[in-house]
């Protein structure tokens, strides 16, 4: 079976930045921190998880519809436009870009929806027949988690691989109603205000009794604790709204075929591509 490792560009390409103990400078005085950060963390990633396939993909500059539902949708996000080049991640992302090009790994940025839309596409439309493996830490994959799609969250030797067990073990439900849960609780990382008195256990119970947010909706006179029936009967609209903007779909165009993505490792080590790219 093939395995299509799906990275988030930007996501990694943050945690690397801001992950790294201080700002590095090669000999011509540039900041190469994230680019070095990036392209280790990427190679480690492709050593541990041995794909088949590979796609990074980064958010570019695209109207976001969810706003047009939500004008408060992650409006809590730094604005890097007015972010010193030193604090800015983004100041590197050229070469981050160049770094794939030399490693011959497909990239792009996505254009008229998030990054989020376009690997939900391609773990719908490819995880019935292939293995994909998503690198993120943003919680919206772990609804696209099956038999065939797991999570890994890179953090070095402390790395974890989600896939149905180990996500049930942590959130107590099925990965398949995890947007439903989510909408429950809300999501301070993407401005999402979730039910007051509702929180992660809560949210488990109600959806473990009731299955799909619909349903909880629709039973919520049947909730037993009053507060939360209360919440759930008050939040209707937000919930609904909530479940819109946190649900993914296979709706987006996939900017690369399958077979486009074939990828073999060479052993290419991140100091040789940091020399073949002109950073060192």
């Known amino acids: 079976m093939n395995k299509l490792l799906i990275v988030d560009g930007h996501n990694l390409l943050f945690q ?152 049930k073990a942590k959130f107590g439900i099925m990965p398949e109603l995890y947007a439903d849960y989510k909408s429950l609780t809300g999501d301070t990382a993407d401005n999402i205000k979730g039910a007051d008195k509702i929180g992660p256990k809560t949210a488990a119970a109600l959806v473990n009794e009731f299955g799909a947010l619909e349903n909880i909706i629709l039973k919520a006179e049947k909730i037993t604790k009053p507060s939360v029936k209360k919440s759930v009967i008050e939040n209707t609209d937000r919930l609904r709204l909530n479940y819109k903007l946190i649900k993914l779909c296979d709706c987006a165009a996939l900017p690369f075929s399958l077979e486009e993505l074939e990828y073999t490792y060479n052993g290419t080590t991140t100091n040789e591509v940091l020399i073949g790219i002109g950073l060192k």
């Open 16 to 167: 690397m930045f801001f992950g790294m103990p201080a700002r590095i400078v090669n000999k011509d005085g540039k900041a190469i921190q994230g680019t070095l950060g990036f392209t280790g963390a990427l190679l480690k990633i492709i050593k541990m998880t041995k794909p088949t396939h590979v796609v990074v993909l980064f958010d570019g500059e695209s109207h976001n519809s969810r706003n047009e539902l939500d004008e408060s949708y992650k409006a809590n996000r730094v604005d890097y436009d007015s972010v010193p080049e030193e604090e800015n991640p983004f100041t590197q992302l050229n070469d981050v870009y160049k770094a794939l090009d030399f490693l011959g790994i497909k990239h792009c940025e996505t254009t008229v929806c998030e990054t989020d839309d376009v690997i939900a596409a391609y773990a719908l439309k490819c995880g019935i027949d292939n293995e994909i493996i998503i690198s993120s830490f943003d919680s919206d994959f772990f609804q696209l988690i099956t038999e065939n799609v797991k999570v890994l969250r890179y953090r070095g030797e402390g790395s974890l691989i989600y896939d149905i067990e180990a996500f």
